[in-house]
């Protein structure tokens, strides 16, 4: 990989950033164009934040380096931010969802983005073995302290799905993932493939409304939303069946709630 120029790139994130506070975002998004030239691997997330802008492409996910450099940056501080500040309690939401329909106990579960450990240790005692994987080193460390897991990957999730041949698992999770990915379709028949027929798929979104008509966008904050209708269809498409779709409060964002959904589905066996 090519030697990246750190301070003409800082300067050129740096200028882009206090362009778009100012409102002016054609010379913003030249900037985070300068920013992807300097850095075509996109640490800093240059591609999201043009799209954010309503500019350009809206890329099919977020550059795996950003989303590596943002969690190995925010892992230490990581859970008291999310759940302390951002009021995150979606782990806990897929618990008892999954109660109150009467499903698990379940033998395998795979929970993608583990992160620290916030999912796999809500749903620790219905759970045999559990799986986590994370693109995040730092995250995958924290989450390994805390021994919750059986085995335990730095991976992209879409990598991982594709490329797993262990044995197949009967509860996926997927909390707080949607948000960094926007075409689903790699994620959720990479899920069905690694799936016992009847498995069980739960996962979390950011919801676009569905006056806006396309199926994803990135959002105001660099995060990708999708609509209701998207998240069904591809469902369906990729062999699940809906058990529920629930509307939630994923998260505060600058005092306001973050509307998502939290969606149950079952692998058609």
Known sequence: MAKIDEEALAEAYNRALALEKVGDIDAAVKAYEEVLALDPEDH??????????????????????????LFDQHAEAFED????????????????RLQALGLGPFRRMLDLGCGTGLTGGTLRDMVGD?????????????????DLYETLYVAEVEDFLEDNDEE???LITATDVLPYLGALEPLFFGA??????????????????????RAYIVGPHQRFLHSEAYIRERLQQTGFEIIEIDDINVRMQDGEPSPGHLVIARLKG
């Open 192 to 213: 069905s493939e690694n799936m016992v027929p009847g498995g069980i798929f739960a996962f979390s979104s950011e919801t676009l409304s569905a006056e806006d008509g």
């Open 81 to 96: 931010i999310l759940v302390e500040q951002l009021g995150y309690a979606v782990p806990m939401m897929v618990r008892q």
């Open 44 to 69: 800093g997330g240059a591609a999201v934040r043009i799209a954010a802008l309503g500019r350009g492409e809206t890329p099919p996910k977020a550059p795996d380096a950003y989303v590596e450099t």
């Open 130 to 146: 559990i799986t986590g994987i994370d693109i995040s080193e730092n995250m995958v460390e924290l989450a390994h302290e805390k």
């Open 168 to 170: 197949a698992f009967d």
